[in-house]
């Protein structure tokens, strides 16, 4: 059997195997729930790459709205997982709405522009809280520039763009995972919003 994108399937199943690796390692639900959607989409993503020739169009359609809905839980589970409690019903709200628009756009750009919202977000509430969690931080810069890789014509020897941006993508994650780790990152309490207000 002759893999169509055999290098961007690899690193694609890199990332799911590494996302699973620290989804188990976290405690909270909503932590899991980031690290094991993503690694399903990565997982779907991959599989499309070295597979799209080889699979019968409709599963290959319907798994990939699949992929790009569980990418759109993924960055749900980021963004409730920071703010605080009153605001995730309108982050649940969208995520709804999000799901009913795969049913009619199945473009990855969609999916990206959902996600780039919910991480724009996460990073804001955690770049105004104090203390500032420099980590996480550090994680948003290097999936920011994930994207850039993305949509470049740049390669890094036989990796092409779509390899860098998983491997860029893993390093941010890594960087949130970290930062999760500490356990300074959850919903924000009174205390941590009123730092927000008076910032």
């Known amino acids: 059997m002759i893999l169509d994108e055999p290098i961007v ?3 694609d199943y890199l990332l799911a195997a590494a996302m699973v ?3 188990t390692r976290l405690e909270s639900k909503k932590e899991r729930i980031l690290f094991f959607a993503a690694a399903l989409t990565a997982l779907i993503g991959g599989t499309r790459h070295g597979f799209s020739s080889t699979i019968p169009p409709l599963p290959l359609e319907v798994g990939w709205r699949i992929g790009l809905a569980s990418f759109g839980i993924s960055s749900w589970a980021l963004a409730t997982y920071v703010m605080p409690i009153r605001f995730h019903i309108f982050f649940s709200i969208k995520l709804g709405l999000y799901l ?3 049913c009619f756009i199945g473009i990855f750009e969609y999916a990206i522009g959902n996600y780039a919202f919910d991480v724009t977000v996460a990073t804001l509430v955690v770049l105004f809280r104090k203390p500032r969690n420099w980590v996480f931080l550090v994680g948003t810069a ?3 520039l994930g994207a850039v890789f993305l949509r470049s014509p740049w390669k890094l020897g036989p990796l092409p763009p779509a390899s860098l941006f998983h491997l860029t ?3 941010g994650c890594y960087c949130w995972y970290r930062a999760m780790k500490t356990g300074d990152l959850g919903p924000l309490t009174s205390s941590t919003e009123e730092g927000i207000s008076q910032a």
Do not use: K, N, R, S
Request: aromatic share 6%; glycine share 14%.
């Open 169 to 171: 993508e893993l390093a």
């Open 21 to 23: 690796v620290m989804g």
């Open 9 to 11: 399937m690899a690193t």
């Open 142 to 144: 290097f999936t920011a």
């Open 100 to 102: 009913i628009g795969l």
